[in-house]
């Protein structure tokens, strides 16, 4: 059994940042593939940034393309995304999963173990 657990949300004005990370119960082939997804009031969920781990290779949504960077720290089984200009439609609960993958995937249905999730509000 994965474990996927985040930390890191909060508060923080428009324009501002935040780091958000993923602490990963193990490195093997089934989390080969982690990523960041976020569910707003809507109940909309969306793929944010994806990283395959083996080589780093990542990808991320347009919508925080040049804002946000999705990043992983092996020695310490820990996946980051750093938010930069963050805006209030940024807004909404944020998840970290893994995947057993062969690439970075931004859509939810290739992921099987999810953390229960951290807060991000931006106010304008």
């Known amino acids: 059994q994965v474990h996927v657990a985040e930390s890191g949300g909060g508060s923080v004005q428009a324009g501002g940042s935040l780091r958000l990370s993923c602490a990963v119960s193990?490195?093997?082939?089934?989390?080969?593939?982690m990523g960041w997804f976020r569910q707003n009031a809507e109940n909309t969920r969306e793929g944010v940034a994806s990283?395959?781990?083996?080589?780093?290779?990542?990808t991320e949504a347009d919508s925080v393309k040049r804002r946000f960077t999705i990043s992983r720290d092996s020695a310490n089984n820990t996946v980051y995304l750093h938010m930069n200009n963050l805006q209030p439609e940024d807004t909404a609960m944020y998840y970290c999963?893994?995947?057993?993958?062969?690439?970075?995937?931004?859509?939810?249905?290739?992921?099987?173990?999810w953390g229960q999730g951290t807060q991000v509000t931006v106010s304008s």
């Open positions: 990283i395959y781990i083996p080589d780093g290779t990542t």
């Open positions: 193990e490195y093997t082939y089934r989390t080969n593939t």
């Open positions: 999963a893994a995947a057993n993958h062969w690439r970075p995937s931004l859509a939810p249905r290739d992921y099987t173990s």
